[in-house]
Nanobody, 123 residues
Framework: VQLVESGGGSAQPGGSLTLTCAAS????????IGWFRQAPGKEREGLAC????????RYVDSARGRFTLSRGDERNTMTLQIDSLKPEDTALYYC?????????????????WGQGTQVTVSS
């Protein structure tokens, strides 16, 4: 499966952005999906994920409350909405997929990655 992220850009603190992960060459329903980000000079960190065949999202503690992972309105897409944006949300955001049934928050758990979409939060 090939993944393409979109929806990043520049935003002001307190605003919202919705990132989209679009899949081709396979159905997202057949994969566990994760969203990650990597800020400059930092390691890639997991934010949210959804198990294969399960629409219930899970979040790391730091993402709970401001991040919402959902199935997208368009076929074969998933979205990550970020609310109450902070400058520290500035990062390259990735979606990832793996055919295993359970999702996780470690990048080593995923075989398929998109190229990422940049989010920059500043006033």
């Amino acid at each position: 499966v090939q993944l393409v992220e979109s929806g990043g850009g520049s935003a002001q603190p307190g605003g919202s952005l919705t990132l989209t992960c679009a899949a081709s060459g396979g159905s997202l329903d057949d994969f566990a999906i994760g969203w990650f980000r990597q800020a400059p000079g930092k390691e890639r960190e997991g934010l949210a994920c959804v198990d294969k065949y399960d629409y219930s999202a899970r979040y790391v503690d730091s993402a709970r409350g401001r991040f919402t992972l959902s199935r997208g309105d368009e076929r074969n897409t998933m979205t990550l909405q970020i609310d109450s944006l902070k400058p520290e949300d500035t990062a390259l955001y990735y979606c990832a997929a793996d055919p295993k049934p359970l999702c996780g928050f470690y990048e080593s758990e995923y075989r398929n990655w998109g190229q990422g979409t940049q989010v920059t939060v500043s006033s």
